[in-house]
C-alpha cells in the first residue's frame, strides 16, 4: 500500500486566493512526522512545513498551514493568498521511525498560480 | 542558507563514463545520508541510505555496481554512476537531516541533472 498518496496531480488556483492540496497517508505507528515540500521548476527540495502525529495544533508557517485529520489520516497543506512564486510541484511526505530516518514521498501536485 | 551541497548541478557526458557525484552537509555532521532518483513529473525514488563508516543499503531494483555510494566523512557522501548509459540520464538528488528523529525534515541539495549522450 502507497504511505503517502496526493490524489491531485495538478492544480490552478488565482492568484491571491487560497488552495488546499490534499494527502493521505497509511502508517499504523503512533508516532510519526509529516512534511511538505515545494520543488520549483529549477529542481530543488524546499521544506515548507512540518507536523508531529501528536501535536494537538495544525502548523502553520507564514501563508502555509497544515490541515491536519488524524482521525482521517489526512494532512493537506493550506497555501493562503497565493503568488505567482507558489507555482511549482508540491510533494507531501512522512517519516516513521521504524523507517529510520527514511522519508515517503507521495507523486506530488503540480500547482499553477494565474495571475 | 543551504545545509546540504551538491555537486556538480549539471552533468553532460559520452556514454560509458563514470561520473561521480558529491553530497555535503555544511556545518554539521551527517551520519545518514539520502540518494533520490526523480524521472521528470514524478516523485523521488529512494535509491539507497548512505551511512558514514559503513555500506550503503540500496533499495531493491537499484544496481549496488551501477551506483557506488562511499560516506567516507560525516559531511562528505559520494554517488558514481559507474559506465553511464543514456537511461541513465535523470535529476539526482541527496539529502541529509540534522538529527535522527521527530521534527527534523531533511535538507536537499539542490541536485544533479545527468544527461548521458
Known amino acids: 500500500a502507497q504511505k503517502i498518496t496526493q490524489t491531485q496531480p495538478g492544480m490552478f488556483v488565482q492568484e491571491k486566493e487560497a488552495v488546499t492540496l490534499d494527502c493521505t497517508y497509511d502508517?499504523?505507528?503512533?508516532?510519526?512526522?509529516l512534511f511538505w515540500y515545494k520543488q520549483p521548476s529549477s529542481g530543488e527540495m524546499i521544506f515548507l512545513i512540518y507536523q508531529g502525529s501528536y501535536d494537538e495544533q495544525n502548523a502553520t508557517e507564514g501563508r502555509y498551514s497544515l490541515n491536519f485529520q488524524k482521525a482521517r489520516k489526512s494532512a493537506n497543506l493550506v497555501i493562503s493568498a497565493s503568488q505567482l512564486g507558489d507555482s511549482a510541484m508540491y510533494f507531501c511526505a512522512m517519516r516513521e521511525p521504524r523507517g529510520g530516518n527514511q522519508f515517503y514521498f507521495g507523486t506530488g501536485t503540480s500547482l499553477t498560480v494565474i495571475p | 542558507g543551504a545545509v546540504v551541497s551538491q555537486h556538480p548541478s549539471r552533468v553532460i557526458c559520452k556514454s560509458g563514463t563514470s561520473v561521480k557525484i558529491e553530497c555535503r552537509s555544511l556545518?554539521?555532521?551527517?551520519?545518514?545520508m539520502f540518494w533520490y532518483r526523480q524521472f521528470p513529473k514524478q516523485s523521488l525514488m529512494l535509491m539507497a541510505t548512505?551511512?558514514?563508516?559503513?555500506?550503503?543499503?540500496?533499495e531493491q531494483g537499484v544496481e549496488k555496481d551501477k551506483f557506488l555510494i562511499n560516506h567516507a566523512s560525516l559531511t562528505l557522501s559520494t554517488l558514481t554512476v559507474t559506465s553511464a548509459h543514456p537511461e541513465d540520464s535523470s535529476f539526482y538528488i541527496c539529502?541529509?537531516?540534522?538529527?535522527?528523529?521527530?521534527?527534523?525534515?531533511?535538507?536537499f541539495g539542490d541536485g544533479t541533472r545527468l544527461s548521458i549522450l
Open positions: 556545518d554539521f555532521q551527517a551520519t545518514t
Open positions: 539529502s541529509a537531516s540534522l538529527g535522527p528523529v521527530g521534527n527534523q525534515p531533511q535538507h
Open positions: 548512505s551511512n558514514e563508516g559503513s555500506k550503503a543499503t540500496y
Open positions: 502508517t499504523s505507528d503512533q508516532s510519526y512526522g
